[in-house]
């Protein structure tokens, strides 16, 4: 069993599939799009064949990602090496992009940043 992939809803489509191609070398398959639910979305696909479904729709209540709460929580990218967190995190910051931890090695071991994309979800950084 594997986990064939995760989604998101987002307000805004074009910026997310924009970020995760810039910083994350993500490639996109061509927009999906249901009239009549009003539902868009594409499939970004990582190496390895990871994908991130990315979604949007009228009317899909925002949570609070300044705040704690249950369901998931992060998603986590390897970029290989410290010195390519420190890098990718710095591109994030210069960007514009929240900073919600330096780099830094965690109590369980991992030498980890975590930023956030530009609707606040958690993204850590990490070798």
């Known amino acids: 069993m594997k986990i ?3 989604a998101l ?3 805004q489509l074009e910026k997310m599939k924009h970020f995760y191609e810039t910083y994350f070398d ?4 061509e927009r999906y799009y249901n009239e009549k639910k009003q539902f868009r979305s594409y499939f970004l696909i990582f190496e390895e064949n990871i994908r991130l479904e990315i ?6 209540e925002v949570r609070d990602s300044s705040k704690e709460s249950l369901g998931f929580v992060h998603i986590a990218f390897s970029v290989g090496s410290k010195e390519n967190v420190e890098q990718l995190t710095k591109r994030l910051v210069d960007a514009g992009y929240s900073l919600y931890s330096e780099p ?6 991992y030498y980890e940043s975590c930023v956030g994309d530009p609707d606040g979800n958690r ?4 070798i």
Do not use: F, L, Q, W
């Open 123 to 126: 993204i850590e950084i990490t």
């Open 104 to 109: 830094r090695v965690t109590g369980d071991g």
């Open 55 to 60: 979604m949007e729709k009228p009317n899909v």
């Open 9 to 11: 809803y987002t307000n």
């Open 4 to 6: 064939n992939h995760i």
């Open 26 to 29: 993500a490639k996109s398959n």
